[in-house]
């Protein structure tokens, strides 16, 4: 780590010095904005911030905004009266990174990261991991060091201040749009992968999907993500560097006529990739298609391990899952494999799903149902 640069000063390098040294204007001592924030879970919901900077002057004219102390309040729905976030103490430097709920608790939580690296040792931090985790516990927020479960956690909250200088109100599209030209500093670092992203626990994104009969449909799809225990991240398995799926849930988006139940894959003992939605013919319903990423987790669901799928089938109105037919053996996926397009683009259009897939990393028993590891190429679909 970088002393006394970590990530807020690196933004203001890219996208406020030059307001601050050539132009001449001035940075407000404080500011209060509201900004749409996403969920891990897929929910968007709206904070209110209010921040206080300091401005530093140094060597070769160049000026670095610090953030002396922050407030961040989740503006309350129904049901939810949450109390506000306070950090910073006017000593030492915290800027939040991320708002969200915990999957397991269902209770908010909050990450920062400390700009000053003596600071953070004063604090008991590792010079490695900066960061502060407040979780919510009996109406108030309690402060500890980052736990490991939150390593590699991308953030959601507003990186890009030049984006709110003039605005009361930061619309989610526009801050992904401007917090996405830094996509390498957006999460909480692992130190063991040099300061890399690992993958977000949880992705949401609409798709488009082209059936065997040439239609053109949309799907929404939300999947939850492992994170391995010894932070060194995931082999890939359905594209290059993906991790693997704890669950999935897939729906077909409704025309006028059509409104489809949710299929849902994985109990997070199973780590399914859907490979397929499509339409039978013969029946006029739809079916999908999951490979079981693991030989032993196919094994234990009663598969054969050279042929690793399963074949979920619409009938009175829910999905029943079954080994995967003869019939579909050797049709082609036509489901987004490679995760790369949507992490942070958030939709995969059918150009850049073919790109994806095309991607030569991607492993053949992917891109079709094979029979056996040896088995026919896709042919169909």
């Known amino acids: 780590m970088l002393a006394n640069r970590t990530l807020r000063t690196i933004l203001l390098l890219l996208v406020a010095t030059a307001t601050l040294a050539s132009c001449g204007s001035h940075w407000p001592n404080e500011r209060t904005w509201k900004e749409e924030v996403r969920l891990s879970d897929g929910r968007v919901i709206q904070v209110e911030r209010h921040e206080r900077y300091r401005v530093l002057s140094e060597l070769g004219g160049l000026s670095t905004l610090i953030t002396e102390s922050s407030e961040l309040s989740v503006l309350p729905t129904p049901g939810e009266g949450l109390p506000l976030l306070k950090t910073g103490d006017g000593g030492m430097w915290e800027v939040p990174l991320i708002v969200d709920v915990d999957a397991t608790t269902g209770t908010y939580f909050a990450i920062t990261i400390v700009e000053r690296e003596y600071d953070a040792k004063a604090a008991g931090l590792d010079g490695r991991k900066p960061y502060f985790e407040y979780r919510l516990a009996d109406g108030t927020w309690k402060r500890q060091p980052v736990s490991d479960q939150k390593l590699g956690w991308n953030t959601n909250l507003l990186l890009t201040l030049a984006l709110m200088k003039e605005k009361n109100f930061i619309p989610l599209a526009e801050k992904e749009a401007a917090d996405g030209l830094l996509s390498e500093h957006k999460c909480v670092l ?192």
Request: hydrophobic share 30%; proline share 8%; net charge neutral.
């Open 190 to 381: 692992m130190p063991v992968l040099n300061g890399r992203c690992s993958w977000p626990r949880a992705l949401t994104w609409p798709e488009e999907v082209q059936l065997a009969d040439g239609r053109v449909i949309t799907v929404e799809r939300h999947e939850r993500y492992r994170v391995p225990s010894d932070l060194t991240g995931v082999p890939a398995v359905g594209g290059p560097g993906d991790p693997s799926r704890e669950s999935t849930e897939l729906r077909i988006l409704p025309t006028p006529s059509e409104r489809l139940a949710v299929l849902r894959t994985g109990d997070g003992n199973i780590s399914e990739v859907p490979l397929i939605v499509d339409l039978d013919v013969a029946t006029g319903t739809y079916f999908a298609i999951t490979i079981v990423d693991h030989g032993d987790e196919a094994i234990a669901a009663g598969l054969d391990p050279r042929r690793p799928y399963f074949e979920y089938r619409l009938t009175d109105g829910t999905w029943k899952r079954q080994p995967v037919s003869e019939q579909k053996m050797g049709w082609k996926s036509n489901l987004l494999l490679g995760l790369s397009p949507v992490r942070w683009k958030n939709h995969a259009s059918l150009a850049d799903k073919k790109a994806a897939n095309d991607d030569e990393r991607v492993g053949p028993e992917y891109k079709c149902v094979r029979s056996s590891p040896s088995g026919r190429e896709c042919s169909r679909g």
